[in-house]
């Protein structure tokens, strides 16, 4: 079992930044990707970037050159740097864990960000 818990989420302007961070704990062996996923009201999940235990990133292209994701594997945490955020980001941000054996999915409870015009 892994445990993910959010923080960083609210609400900020046009422009602005944020910092997301999420931290794994429980019961598991490694991890082996972990990342963001976001979702707004009527719409699917979708990926926003992804980081694996080697260094290798997806990221979205709608959030490409504004967002950085990176890792502290040793602590099982990751980050999501925002920056130069749009009103279109305003959404609930979900972390998310892929672990080494079985690659099982986990998914934190989401925090929400909010990005006024």
């Known amino acids: 079992q892994v445990h993910l818990v959010e923080s960083g989420g609210g609400l900020v302007q046009a422009g602005g930044s944020l910092r997301l961070s999420c931290s794994a704990s429980g019961s598991f062996f490694s991890i082996n990707a972990m990342g963001w996923y976001r979702q707004t009201p009527g719409k699917q999940r979708e990926l926003v970037a992804t980081?694996?235990?080697?260094?290798?990133?997806n990221i979205a292209d709608s959030v490409k050159g504004r967002f950085t994701i990176s890792r502290e594997t040793d602590k099982n945490t990751v980050y999501l740097e925002m920056n130069s955020l749009k009103p279109e980001d305003t959404a609930v941000y979900y972390c998310?864990?892929?672990?080494?054996?079985?690659?099982?999915?986990?998914w934190g409870n989401g925090t929400l960000v909010t990005v006024s015009s």
């Open positions: 980081i694996t235990r080697r260094g290798n990133t």
């Open positions: 998310y864990a892929r672990t080494t054996w079985r690659a099982v999915d986990y």
